[in-house]
């Protein structure tokens, strides 16, 4: 059986990544705590990124929780121009 992408994809864009991180959670009564951390390689690029979540469960309508999450990552780190910055926040219901 032959399958093929459409469009046909553009090897040329092809990115090389290299990570290495870390990551933890730690709970805390109805709060659960969530970071992480990477470092690496786009290419010849060197990358960061980070990420900070706080989950909150409501404790009397437990299938509800409230999250913030941030995050911040660097595509290069000789280019200030090519970090991201955000926060947001949700609810998912499990």
Known sequence: M?????????YGMIISKK?????????????LL????????N?????FGALLESDYTLPFFQSLELELQSLYWQDDL????S????LAPGSPIK
Do not use: C, H, W
């Open 2 to 10: 032959d399958m093929s992408t459409f469009p046909a994809p553009d």
């Open 19 to 31: 990570r290495v991180g870390f990551d933890a959670q730690y709970l805390v009564g109805p709060f």
């Open 34 to 41: 969530k970071g992480e951390i990477a470092y690496g390689k």
């Open 43 to 47: 290419d010849q690029n060197k990358v």
């Open 78 to 81: 000789s280019n200030r121009d």
């Open 83 to 86: 970090r991201i910055l955000l």
